[in-house]
Nanobody, 120 residues
Framework: QVQVVESGGGLVQPGGSLGLSCTAS????????ITWYRQVPGKERELVVR???????VFTDAVKGRFTISRDSAKNTVYLQMNSLKPEDTAVYYC??????????????WGQGTQVTVST
């Protein structure tokens, strides 16, 4: 069984910064892709950034130049640094992990989400 836990959300003023983390634990052999998504009520979940095992990243245009992603492979953790935050960044942020388990099966797992609110 694999667990994905996000943390670091909160309330921040426009122009401020916030860091999120996503940690995967459990029966994991290899992590292939970690993706941050966000969702606001009434809208579809949208991709924020995807990080592959070989280090490739894909950012949605809305966050390019403001968000960065890094990882600590030893801890199965990725960090999303969000700078110059805007009210439109307000959403629940979810982490999805694509992995091969220790039983060699491919799967993916979602975290429970963390709320980010950008407001005065």
């Amino acid at each position: 069984q694999v667990q994905v836990v996000e943390s670091g959300g909160g309330l921040v003023q426009p122009g401020g910064s916030l860091g999120l983390s996503c940690t995967a634990s459990g029966s994991i052999s290899v992590i292939y892709v970690i993706t941050w998504y966000r969702q606001v009520p009434g809208k579809e979940r949208e991709l924020v950034v995807r990080l592959t095992k070989d280090g490739r990243t894909v950012f949605t245009d809305a966050v390019k130049g403001r968000f960065t992603i890094s990882r600590d492979s030893a801890k199965n953790t990725v960090y999303l640094q969000m700078n110059s935050l805007k009210p439109e960044d307000t959403a629940v942020y979810y982490c999805n992990v694509v992995f091969r388990s220790q039983t060699q099966s491919m799967s993916n797992s979602w975290g429970q989400g963390t709320q980010v609110t950008v407001s005065t």
